[in-house]
C-alpha cells in the first residue's frame, strides 16, 4: 500500500491476554518507529528500528513489551499479560533512511487498545 | 521525559486570525519538526528545520528556530476552521542517549471557529 498500515485498528481485551499488534511500513522505509499515546496526551517513545536492529529499546515501559522487525519490513509489538494502564493508541511510523538524521515520518493511523 | 514542549497547550481563535505555538527543547538537535494531528488520526507531517535554518515557509505556515534559546514557534495565518486539530513540536537529538529517536511534546490544541 502507499502508506503505513496497521492492525488491528481497534483491539478490547481483558486484563492478562497477550496481544500483538502489526505495522506495515513504507515499502523502503528502512526506519521504523512505535509510540505509544494515551487520551490526550502526547507520544511516548516505545522502540525504534533500523533494519532489523533497534538501537534503542530505552522507551519500552516493561519487559512486558517486546517488539521484532523480520525482513526489513513488517514490526510487531507484542504486550504480554496487559494491564489496564496499557491502554492506549499504539502508533507506528516509517522514515527513509535519511542519513545522520531523522527525515519526515510517515504515521499509520494507530491500533486503540483497550484493556478490560 | 519529553524533550520538547509546546506553549499554550490550547489555544482558541477565530477564523481568519493568525495562530501562534512555541516548543522549547532541552538538548542540541539536528532538526526540529512540526506535525498535526486531528482528533482520532495519525499524525501527519507539516514542516521540517534544520538546526542551521533559522525561518522556514510552507504555505500558511512559518516555522522560526532559535537554537541559541532552544526554542521554535509554529504560524499558522489566516486560520481557517479545518486548521482545528493538535499541533506536536518533534526533536532529533541523536545523543548517545536518543540515537535515532524522534521525541515529541505533549502538544497545542488548536480551536478555530468560524
Known amino acids: 500500500g502507499a502508506g503505513v498500515s496497521q492492525s488491528p485498528s481497534n483491539k478490547v481485551t481483558e486484563k492478562g491476554k497477550d496481544v500483538e499488534l502489526r505495522c506495515d511500513p513504507i515499502s523502503g522505509h528502512t526506519a521504523l518507529y512505535w509510540y505509544r499515546q494515551s487520551l490526550g496526551q502526547g507520544l511516548e517513545f516505545l522502540i525504534y528500528?533500523?533494519?532489523?536492529?533497534?538501537?534503542?529499546k530505552s522507551g519500552l515501559p516493561s519487559d512486558r513489551f517486546s517488539a521484532e522487525r523480520t525482513g526489513g519490513s513488517v514490526s510487531t509489538l507484542t504486550i504480554q499479560r496487559t494491564q489496564q494502564e496499557d491502554s492506549a493508541v499504539y502508533l507506528c511510523a516509517s522514515s527513509a533512511d535519511s542519513g545522520f538524521a531523522t527525515g519526515e515520518l510517515f504515521f499509520g493511523e494507530g491500533s486503540r487498545l483497550t484493556v478490560l | 521525559s519529553q524533550q520538547g514542549e509546546e506553549d499554550p497547550q490550547a489555544l482558541s481563535i477565530q477564523e481568519g486570525e493568525n495562530a501562534t505555538m512555541n516548543c522549547s527543547y532541552k538538548?542540541?538537535?539536528?532538526?526540529l519538526q512540526w506535525y498535526r494531528q486531528n482528533s482520532g488520526r495519525g499524525l501527519v507531517h507539516l514542516i521540517l528545520i534544520r538546526s542551521n535554518e533559522r525561518e522556514k515557509h510552507s504555505g500558511r505556515l512559518r516555522v522560526t528556530l532559535d537554537t541559541s534559546k532552544k526554542s521554535s514557534s509554529l504560524l499558522i495565518t489566516a486560520s481557517r476552521a479545518a486548521d482545528t486539530a493538535s499541533y506536536f513540536c518533534?526533536?532529533?537529538?541523536?545523543?548517545?542517549?536518543?540515537?535515532?529517536?524522534?521525541?515529541f511534546g505533549a502538544g497545542t490544541q488548536v480551536v478555530v471557529t468560524p
Open positions: 518533534a526533536t532529533d537529538a541523536w545523543t548517545t542517549d536518543s540515537w535515532g529517536k524522534l521525541q
Open positions: 538538548t542540541s538537535i539536528n532538526n
Open positions: 528500528f533500523q533494519g532489523n536492529s533497534a538501537p534503542d
